[in-house]
């Protein structure tokens, strides 16, 4: 599994043939001006939630690539009555895809879309596939909910937002990679507005002090699993 930073919460995910692209919000993140929006494969979109910071791009790359959308029923709905192909799910739902094993997982947020319309119940994924699984938070408050993960699913990464204000920050992240059990840790959804700035030193040196590893990728880098 290859797994590429595309900015704020924005995701690449190679998972053997096939190509995912999580919450792309790419074409207004100034710091992510270098991405090309029109190199971007994928065969599957995956929304957490329908707030405009995660879904700005989906037109526009499901237009390009014919993409099937996976969300909640309500973005999905909302897509399939605009023609794009999707696959509603709901929390605790999974479903054996093509490339692997998806499940819809709870988030502590809010989720309309931009113009305030419903966006249902906002979410997480949690993906197995290539003999690895990794699970993403999408935006989340610290919730007990994340405890029920690791009762059946044993993590090798878990994206985390980690800016703060909107989401969790770097010190409820530290204890949420405790309840799912998974140390290893990709921050996400930080920087890119004033009010998500954080101290990358920092962030990495308080999970180091708890014995967890922060990666914190440049946007367009990628690690492997
Ligand atoms: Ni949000
Ligand atoms: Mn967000």
Redesign the pocket.
């Known amino acids: 599994m290859k797994i590429t930073f595309l900015g704020h919460a924005s995701l690449h995910i190679e998972v053997g043939d096939f190509s995912l692209i999580v919450d792309p919000f790419i074409s207004a993140n100034e710091k992510a001006n270098h991405i090309n929006l029109e190199d971007l494969k994928a065969d599957f979109i995956l929304l957490t939630?329908a707030?405009q910071?995660?879904i700005l791009d989906v037109e526009s790359i499901a237009q390009r690539t014919e993409a099937i959308i996976i969300s909640n029923y309500e973005i999905v709905s909302h897509y399939q009555a605009k023609g794009f192909q999707g696959h509603p799910m709901n929390h605790g739902g999974e479903w054996d895809f093509d490339f692997g094993r998806l499940k819809y997982v709870n988030a502590i947020?809010t989720s309309s879309f931009p113009d305030g319309s419903y966006g249902g119940q906002p979410g997480g994924f949690v993906i197995e596939g290539e003999h690895k699984t990794i699970y993403i938070a999408g935006?989340t408050a610290l919730t007990h909910d994340l405890k029920l993960i690791p009762m059946r699913l044993s993590l090798d990464l878990a994206i985390l937002p980690i800016g703060d204000n909107?989401t969790m920050g770097i010190e409820d992240a530290i204890i949420a990679s405790d309840f799912i059990e998974c140390d290893k840790i990709l921050g996400y959804h930080y920087d890119t507005f004033g009010y998500i700035e954080i101290d990358h030193d920092e962030a990495k040196r308080k999970f180091f002090e708890k014995n967890k590893d922060l990666m914190l990728l440049e946007i367009g880098e990628s690690l492997e699993l």
């Open positions: 939630h707030h910071d995660h947020h935006d909107f």
